[in-house]
């Protein structure tokens, strides 16, 4: 999430107190709680906020409403270029999340919602790192072109670097590795898997973690790949099955004739 209300994101020391709640609620997937702790009063504020709840539904599916609410509320009160087109990402990744999910078809939204942000928010600007990610998202989940993708992350990964985003980070290097992964390159893979995970573990992005420990495992020879999944499926347990689409990359293969 590129917007604060505050400064900081809440992840170092120093940060605003108001951000550093934020984050650990966020992090351990609490984002209607860390979203109570914002008043969308301002647009930074209620950009947060939506942002909250929209990454709720891509880890929950569910709160689909209050997302909504909160992403109108946000495009209300967003008047610079950047404020829109802030607003204009988080429509996409709403649209982008109720698609993947099967809630309803909004691919086309999707694409709408993030062609407008584009043309709103500069080049170079910190929130073009994760427009441009997720342009990768639809690219390589919606439209099935992964040289789109792999071009689309690599631009977030490049913006994330200059912009100082290690969270941002942490999702362009597993995406990049997961399309070295299918094209079988495993020393890129790991690698790139290796080191999101690290970021993850040293932001105490718990609810990022357990997808981030399966990915390697996907990666990894045995017993290795055991292990990280075991201990991914703990922590997905503590979380309360959260993230819902990890169940899938957990489940144990079926035993074969």
């Known amino acids: 999430m590129a917007h604060t209300a505050m400064s900081g994101n809440g992840t170092t020391a120093g940060d605003d107190p108001l951000q ?23 647009a930074p504020a209620a950009l947060q906020r939506a942002a909250l709840l929209v990454e709720r539904c891509l880890y929950t599916e569910q709160g689909w409403p209050e997302a909504e609410d909160a992403l109108r509320t946000a495009e209300a009160l ?18 982008y999340a109720s698609t993947l999910h099967g809630v309803r078809d909004r691919a086309d939204e999707a694409r709408a919602a993030l062609g407008r942000a584009a043309a709103l928010i500069a080049p170079g600007a910190r929130g073009r790192a994760l427009l441009d990610f997720r342009r990768g998202l639809l690219a390589e989940n919606l439209a099935q072109a992964p040289q789109a993708a792999r071009a689309a992350y690599r631009r977030a ?48 992005y718990l609810v990022g973690t357990a997808p981030a420990l399966a990915s390697l495992a996907d990666a990894e020879a045995e017993p290795e790949a055991s292990r990280l999944r075991e201990e991914a499926r703990r922590l997905y347990q503590l979380l309360g099955g959260v993230p819902t689409w990890l169940a899938r990359q957990l489940t144990p293969p079926a035993a074969t004739a």
């Open 20 to 42: 550093t709640a934020v984050w650990r609620l966020r992090s351990r997937a609490c984002w209607a709680d860390a979203a109570a702790l914002l008043q969308p009063v301002t």
């Open 78 to 95: 967003a008047h610079s270029d950047d404020e829109r087109g802030a607003a204009a990402c988080e429509r996409g990744q709403l649209a």
């Open 157 to 204: 990964h490049a913006g994330a670097t200059a912009h100082s985003d290690p969270l941002l980070l942490s999702f362009t290097w597993r995406h990049l590795a997961g399309l070295a992964l299918r094209e079988g390159e495993l020393a890129e893979a790991r690698h790139g898997f290796a080191e999101s995970l690290r970021i993850r573990e040293e932001l105490g």
